[in-house]
């Protein structure tokens, strides 16, 4: 199960800078003109997690695999964006295709790098980048509705309460709110996915902030913050420079590189955590002398759900889990040893698997 997360901002802010520090590659092309981005650069990153390496030293693996999330490196944006204007088309059709859209936004001041307005204000650009998206996605609604008339006057069911989804996001977004505002009940769930509105999405503002001001922030990422808990969404402090810096060095160096500056973790490990918990993601790992691994699924995953992440089968011949708590597989020294310790349970199809669980799934066929 991939998890998709789409970097996008205003030109200039540093999103292809990060993106290089966080994939570890320069296939993204950092310099200080628009749409130096053309095509959306891809990269996997491996999700830090410092479970898995105890895990694999009681397991003895031979191989230690962590999860890995996507970042999506997508074109700058700017006002006109909804109408076609810069690379808007593209920008548009690239981002649908996220899961969640980590925002960028310029809360440093520098002479030598060019604002694409004349001024750094990161809430006046996360309110230029939101509109462009809002209205993408009212003509997006206007299409649809006028497209489902028919099946609608026909009395299609799906047809129905797609029509009242849609026409219930289009007054939000009138009134100025993005449509992940709206509060989508469970049986409306699968449908209101398929709408793919923009503003929908999950998002997560990335304040780049200079390299002396990575550890507390400054004024402009206070104001993020704040913005960003009025709307339910969450916010990280980053230097893109230090990130960058911190790429190319050995994990010691990067250690006391670090400390030097008075950070705890590199940015990276704060961006992943908060891009967990914004797509409300967590992991469980298997365990065993060839190798231990860390996989990916959202919370309230079952077991056999969970099965199909490593491979589909599992999902359809699923017959139980054996389960070992994180806590009791470290603390007792591996599957045998919480085995008999009778903390090794066997748990069927409606078992909702927890963050941290080492699993061991049976399955047919």
Known sequence: ???????????????????????????????NFPFCTIEPNVGEVAVPDARLPRIAGIAK???????????VDI??????ASKGEGLGNQFLANIREVDAIAHVLRCFEDGDVTHVEGRVDPVADAETI???LM??????????LQNIVRKVRGGDKEAVQQERLLKEAEALLQSGRPARALPVANEDRKAWSMLQLLTAKPVLYVCNVSEDEAADGNAHSARIAEMAAAEGAASVVISAKIE????????????????????????????IRAGYELLGLQTYF???????????IRAGTLAPQAAGVIHGDFEKGFIRAETIAYHDYIGLGGE?????????????????????????FLHSG
């Open 1 to 31: 199960m991939g998890f998709k997360t789409g970097i996008v901002g205003l030109p200039n802010v540093g999103k292809s800078t990060l993106f290089n520090a966080l994939t570890r590659t320069a296939a993204a092309q950092a310099a």
């Open 61 to 71: 693996s031979k191989q230690v695999i962590p999860a890995r999330m996507t970042f």
């Open 75 to 80: 074109a700058g944006l700017v006002k006109g």
């Open 130 to 132: 939101e509109t462009e």
């Open 135 to 144: 209205l993408a996605d009212l003509e997006s609604i206007e299409r649809r």
């Open 244 to 271: 960058e810096e911190i790429s190319q060095l050995e994990p010691d160096e990067a250690e006391l590189f670090l400390a030097e500056l008075g950070l705890e973790e590199a940015g990276l490990d704060r961006l």
């Open 286 to 296: 298997t365990a065993g002398p060839k190798e231990s691994r860390a996989w990916t």
């Open 336 to 360: 045998q040893a919480a085995r008999d310790a009778g903390k090794l349970r066997v748990e069927g199809k409606g078992y909702e698997v927890k963050d941290g669980d080492v699993l061991h």
